[in-house]
């Protein structure tokens, strides 16, 4: 199973930019999913997730800034990513979790300039 992440891409600091993960529509029902990031150097890290329950989690580090959202008729995961900083810089994949089994999409680089 493949997730198709995109979106990425350059941009100033303060931009924004928007994710897309599509996902196969029967693997996105009753499943938990979320956005990760990695930067250069650095462990693979959270950004926003959808938890078991539906309700959303972000890092500290983007609460007020990203915005994490679905289309179960798209079977679409987003990433709105609004006054983007250069820490914000990094990989992004989105994740989904269904019945024990973990699906990784390939990744979408994002870059942020000063």
């Known amino acids: 199973v493949q997730l198709q992440a995109s979106g990425g891409g350059m941009v100033q600091a303060g931009g924004s930019l928007r994710l897309s993960c599509a996902a196969p529509?029967?693997?996105?029902?009753?499943?938990?999913m979320g956005w990760y990031r990695q930067a250069p150097g650095q462990q693979r890290e959270l950004v926003a997730e959808?938890?078991?329950?539906?309700?959303?989690n972000y890092a500290d580090s983007v609460k007020g800034r990203f915005t994490i959202s679905r289309d179960n008729s798209k079977s679409t995961l987003y990433l709105q990513m609004n006054s983007l900083k250069p820490e914000d810089t990094g990989v992004y994949s989105c994740?989904?979790?269904?019945?024990?089994?973990?699906?990784w999409g390939q990744g979408t680089l994002v870059t942020v300039s000063s």
């Open positions: 529509g029967s693997i996105f029902s009753f499943a938990t």
């Open positions: 994740n989904i979790v269904r019945r024990g089994y973990v699906y």
């Open positions: 959808f938890t078991t329950i539906g309700s959303t």
